[in-house]
């Protein structure tokens, strides 16, 4: 069965950096499309960042920016999501999804055929 586990949240102060990680099971993430989405309380779900596996190109929320990077280990099969200069409003619960078609809405929740859990991240003094 395939399945994304992600770990790595928790609580932090505003300014601080987090890693979360993303690790894919019973399946390869080749060829793939990777995302984060992550969603506040009270709010729809909204895009974070993606990267197109095999060719390493990497997306962008603007809310996130320069302050996110998104990564890739093939060895791991594992995508990461490195968050500095944390601020209260990126407080959510974020996930990871694969799309195997590697499509270029990759903004959409649509695009996505497997979701992880989700992983806390708070963000407060």
């Known amino acids: 069965q395939p399945q994304l586990v992600e770990s790595g949240g928790g609580l932090v102060q505003p300014g601080g950096s987090l890693r979360l990680s993303c690790a894919a099971s019973g399946f390869s993430l080749e060829h793939f499309a990777v995302g984060w989405f992550r969603q506040a309380p009270g709010k729809e779900r909204e895009f974070v960042a993606a990267?197109?596996?095999?060719?390493?190109?990497?997306y962008y929320a603007d809310s996130v920016k320069g302050r996110f990077t998104i990564s890739r280990d093939n060895a791991k099969k594992t995508v990461y999501l490195q968050m500095n200069g944390l601020k209260p409003e990126d407080t959510a619960v974020y996930y990871c999804?694969?799309?195997?078609?590697?499509?270029?809405?990759?903004?959409?929740?649509?695009?996505?055929?497997?979701w992880g859990q989700g992983t806390r991240v708070t963000v407060s003094s």
């Open positions: 999804a694969a799309d195997p078609r590697s499509r270029p809405t990759y903004y959409s929740m649509t695009a996505y055929d497997y």
């Open positions: 990267i197109r596996w095999s060719y390493g190109i990497t």
